[in-house]
């Protein structure tokens, strides 16, 4: 059976948990701190980024986008309406780009630093970065979550889903950043309600059920992480 490298509180793992599941893909799961620079990890994957997606034959895929793009070239055709990735050229431009949106520019601005900060310091060793939280940080990507879910908020409110009439990457590339942030609280929904209704559709999926059953070490997820009403 393929593995997944992955972290629970990595949004691109996330997604592309999110995607295996919607496409019924069985995997074992290996949670990995990349932190700890396994050298067996790094022989997978040099640069130590999650995800890592080790199919039969023992091939490594590596980055969350690239996998997606690996499992729609070699899965996609056949799911006919289920494909999460268009037939149609600009369509497929628009997944792309907010699949980038999610998981680079709001990783870059917002979600690295949250999970950091409040998440990963509490199990990393001091040698390797952890420690208290530091606070200026976790203003500055906090400033930053209300520029992302005003724009999240306005795709939902135009868009059937977020790159156009049919759920795509798109939307499990936003469902993988924001359930971490959301597993922290650290998004106020009532500001942006398209997004929260956007939010309810994909947390009702049954692909979504085994993240919000996910738990860290040292640290509790908000009372209305699982819940479906919320």
């Not at 599941?21 to 990890?41: G, I, K, S, V």
Request: with cysteine.
């Amino acid at each position: 059976m393929p593995t997944l490298y992955h972290h629970p509180m990595s949004a691109a793992s996330r997604f592309v948990r999110l995607m295996l599941n919607e496409y019924d893909l069985q995997t074992d799961l290996a949670e990995e701190r990349t932190w700890e620079r396994r050298r067996d990890f790094l022989a997978l994957n040099p640069a130590a980024t999650l995800p890592v997606y080790v199919d039969d034959s023992l091939h490594a895929v590596c980055g969350a986008s690239v996998i997606a793009e690996f499992i729609d070239e070699i899965y996609g055709v056949f799911k006919r309406d289920r494909r999460l990735l268009p037939d149609e050229s600009f369509e497929r431009a628009e997944v792309r780009r907010l699949i980038e949106w999610f998981l680079v520019k709001m990783e870059q601005d917002v979600t690295r630093h949250l999970m950091r900060e409040r998440v990963f310091k509490l199990v990393m060793p001091k040698e390797a970065g952890g420690g208290a939280p530091d606070s200026k940080a976790l203003r500055a990507a906090r400033a930053n979550i209300r520029q992302h879910m005003r724009y999240l908020d306005w795709l939902a409110a135009n868009r059937d889903w977020l790159a156009g009439d049919t759920m795509s990457y798109a939307d499990l590339a936003a469902a993988g950043a924001l359930s971490t942030l959301d597993y922290l609280g650290e998004i106020t929904w009532s500001e942006t309600p398209n997004a929260k209704d956007w939010y309810q559709r994909i947390k009702s999926r049954p692909s979504m059920r085994p993240l919000l059953a996910d738990r860290v070490a040292k640290v509790t997820p908000v009372s209305h992480y699982a819940d479906l009403d919320f």
